[in-house]
Every structure is written in C-alpha cells, then in structure tokens.
C-alpha cells in the first residue's frame, strides 16, 4: 500500500521567515495530495491541493511543489504570521478510482512573534 | 449551512460494550471516510465509501464495521471496543470527480477502560 513519510515533525520559525515541510510517497499511482492544517483541537482543514498533472502551485502565501519523478511534494509557507502556529499534514491518494487516503504523521509548526 | 456532524462528541466506555458512532453530511457528497488519529501517528484511515452500498478497508481496519445505506450518513461500529481503539475519530467528505477537498466533522474522542 501507499507510505507517505513527513518531515521534519516539528519547525519552529520566526515571524516573516519562511517555512518548507516536505512529504515522500511510494505509490506511483498516486494523483492527488493534499496539504491540512489542523489547529489546536479543531478539526484538519484543508489548505491547498495539486493534482499529478500540475507542477507547482500557488495561493497567496502558501505553495505547493510537487515532483512525480521523485515522489515528493513540499508545502512552503513564506512570510510566517503567529497564527500559521498549527499541525499540517499531508496526503496522497488515488482520487480518481480509489478512495484511499494516506496522510503523513504531521508537522507541528510554531511561529515565534 | 454546510458540514459534517459527528455524535457523540466525547464518549467514555468500558471494554466490549458495543457502541456506534454516527457521521452525517448535508453536502450531498458521494464520497465518506473515517479516520482515527493517534499522538505522532497523523491521520489513519479506518474506513471509506465512494457511494452508497460501497464500502472499502482503509489501513486500519481491524474492530471496526461501517455501513452505508444512505448517502448521508455514514456510522462507524465498535463492535467490542478494546483500549487500544481509544483515540479521536474523524468523519470525512467530498465529492467524487469535481473536487476532492475532505470535508471533516467536529471529532469524537473516544476513551475505552
């Protein structure tokens, strides 16, 4: 089955610098992945997604990269506010055939004001 | 308003009483999903269901059951709860081919003696 591995599991950075976590997975099949946010006892909440046709992809402050050839994705957060301060977790999934999802263990990630 | 519902919110229990989860989404999503998510283990899917009638093992299915009758609503059974299954449940949906953002409930934290 599908591993999707996470790294680093902690990152702590200061105000306005900026933040990557990067994801591994293992099943070329793979076509969709996912980057949640989850704040301190809420519920995830999904913060932006790219599909495997698509490189690279932007939304204000946040991207995501994603290299098929390697199989890996990052999420980077540039410009880091105090309430970016919360768990992400990435996912990998076949969407399109299949409902398994496979998410990474999470990274939690302080912003120091 | 749109969402997904989860009951019971919080559920404290003794070892081998059955019990039931209920999930419930009023977004007329195809797709549900059940996850439960462990300190340092991220997000593992117990269980999904691309429609209804169509149920599939996630990573971690062992002392689960679901059933999906009808499209909204998609419970998660604990037929003899054990310890090891105390955890937080989520409830999850989307829909299937348009776009595949998880919607996810509110969390049940389940706790078994």
């Known amino acids: 089955g599908e591993n999707v591995e996470q790294h680093p599991s902690t990152l702590s950075v200061q105000e306005g610098d900026s933040a990557v976590i990067k994801c591994t997975y293992s099943?070329?099949?793979?076509?969709?992945f996912p980057w949640y946010k989850q704040e301190l006892g809420k519920r995830p909440q999904l913060i932006i997604d790219?599909?495997?046709?698509?490189g690279e992809k932007k939304d204000q402050r946040i991207a995501v990269t994603l290299n098929k050839t390697a199989k890996h994705f990052s999420l980077h957060i540039t410009e880091t506010q105090p309430e970016d301060s919360a768990v992400y977790f990435c996912?990998?999934?076949?969407?399109?055939?299949?409902?398994?999802?496979?998410f990474g263990d999470g990274t939690t990630l302080t912003v120091k004001p | 308003e749109a969402q997904v519902t989860q009951n019971p919110r919080y559920l404290i229990t003794v070892t081998g009483k059955k019990l039931t989860v209920t999930c419930s989404q009023n977004?007329?999503?195809?797709?549900m999903s059940w996850y439960r998510q462990d300190p340092g283990l991220g997000l593992r899917q117990i269980y999904y269901?691309?429609?209804?009638?169509?149920?599939d093992k996630g990573d971690v299915p062992e002392g689960y059951k679901v059933s999906r009758k009808e499209k909204r609503n998609f419970p998660l059974i604990l037929e003899s709860p054990s310890p090891n299954q105390t955890s937080l449940y989520f409830c999850?949906?989307?829909?299937?081919?348009?776009?595949?953002?998880?919607?996810f409930g509110p969390g049940t934290r389940l706790t078994v003696t």
């Open positions: 099943d070329s099949a793979s076509n969709y």
């Open positions: 269901s691309m429609n209804v009638e169509v149920t």
């Open positions: 996912a990998a999934s076949r969407r399109t055939n299949a409902g398994k999802s496979t």
């Open positions: 790219i599909r495997s046709n698509v």
């Open positions: 999850a949906s989307s829909l299937v081919g348009l776009s595949y953002e998880q919607y």
């Open positions: 977004m007329n999503h195809e797709y």
